[in-house]
């Protein structure tokens, strides 16, 4: 593989914007789902389409090959055809009309890659290895899955939640020693259910900066 820039982390806004996935297959079935799970308005071309992207719910479907050019009316495309003809030519479409494609598991074809991802709640923490091996994103993936359990969610909430109620007071939340109230035992409070005292360990670490 030739020696690339480093790629620009992003997260994209997919939210009722359209989407193109090519393929219909499992892998495709995967991707679409994940764009559908953020809000994007997705439809699949596929000469044959699987019965997990015909269950999917909320996807639009055609039953045909890819026709070129088509990537042009839509904000962002996934390749997931197994085939490097027809994902080059959704990349060579998709440089021309200024559309990001990803094409999976060929990363010759791709103007974006997808990271390995762990979700909890608000919370992402998201693993990449810029294509060279998926299975290695993977692996890590597990790893952090197991070190970010759900009551890190919970953490997500209640800061967010103090913070929103802070502002809303009229106080600024800058200055305020956040730091402190996350490394205190307030994870493991939340851990043994004791959320009410994992908040009043919060203000309490916010009041006295």
Known sequence: MPVRA????????????????????????????????CGARVHVVAPDVSTEVAALAGVTIEERPYRRGEVGGYRLA?????????NAAVLADGEEAGVWVNAADDVDNCS?????????????????????????????????AQSIGPEYEVLAE?????RDA???????TEGLN????LESDMLDL??????????ERLQACLSSS
């Open 158 to 162: 209640l800061l967010s939640a103090e």
């Open 6 to 37: 480093p790629l620009y982390p992003v997260n994209l806004v997919v939210e009722g914007r359209r989407c193109l996935v090519v393929g219909g297959g499992t892998v495709a079935a995967h991707k679409a789902a994940g764009l559908l799970a």
């Open 166 to 172: 802070i502002r809303s007071s009229g106080r600024s």
């Open 112 to 144: 974006f890659t997808l990271p390995a991802v762990v979700r909890r709640g608000p919370v992402m923490v998201a693993v990449s290895t810029g294509g060279h091996t998926p299975a290695l994103a993977r692996w890590l993936k597990e790893r952090v």
């Open 178 to 181: 956040w730091q402190s109230a």
């Open 78 to 86: 996934v390749a997931a055809t197994g085939e490097a003809a027809v």
């Open 190 to 199: 939340i851990r043994t259910g004791q959320v009410r005292e994992a908040k």
